[in-house]
């Protein structure tokens, strides 16, 4: 099993920075690419970012290219969201997944991860 808690959500104002981090237990937490979703109210859940197992490969939303960064740390077991440039159209609560599915290819929709956390909350203000 393999459990994934976020933190680092919080309130900021448009133009401001937060950094999302995403612990996982389990020792295999190497082996596996991890993605960050949002899911806003009343919308449905979507990509945001997504790293392969070594760091090496990343994808981004269009929305989000530019202005987020992710990031890993495999010895730390964590995975990490840096977001600057936030817009109002930001704000959601932030998800970080896992899937457990070994290979090369980065997924980006929801059906392509197998472990979710708990979500953390980002709201920008205008």
């Known amino acids: 099993q393999v459990q994934l808690v976020e933190s680092g959500g919080g309130l900021v104002q448009a133009g401001g920075s937060l950094r999302l981090s995403c612990a996982a237990s389990g020792r295999t937490f190497s082996s596996f690419n991890m993605g960050w979703f949002r899911q806003a109210p009343g919308k449905e859940r979507e990509f945001v970012a997504g790293i392969n197992w070594s760091g090496g490969v990343t994808y981004y939303a269009d929305s989000v290219k530019g202005r987020f960064t992710i990031s890993r740390d495999n010895a730390k077991k964590t995975v990490s969201l840096q977001m600057n440039s936030l817009k109002p159209e930001d704000t959601a609560v932030y998800y970080c997944?896992?899937?457990?599915?070994?290979?090369?290819?980065?997924?980006?929709?929801?059906?392509?991860?197998?472990?979710w956390g708990q979500g953390t909350q980002v709201t920008v203000s205008s």
């Open positions: 997944a896992l899937d457990r599915r070994v290979g090369p290819v980065v997924r980006t929709s929801i059906t392509g991860y197998d472990y």
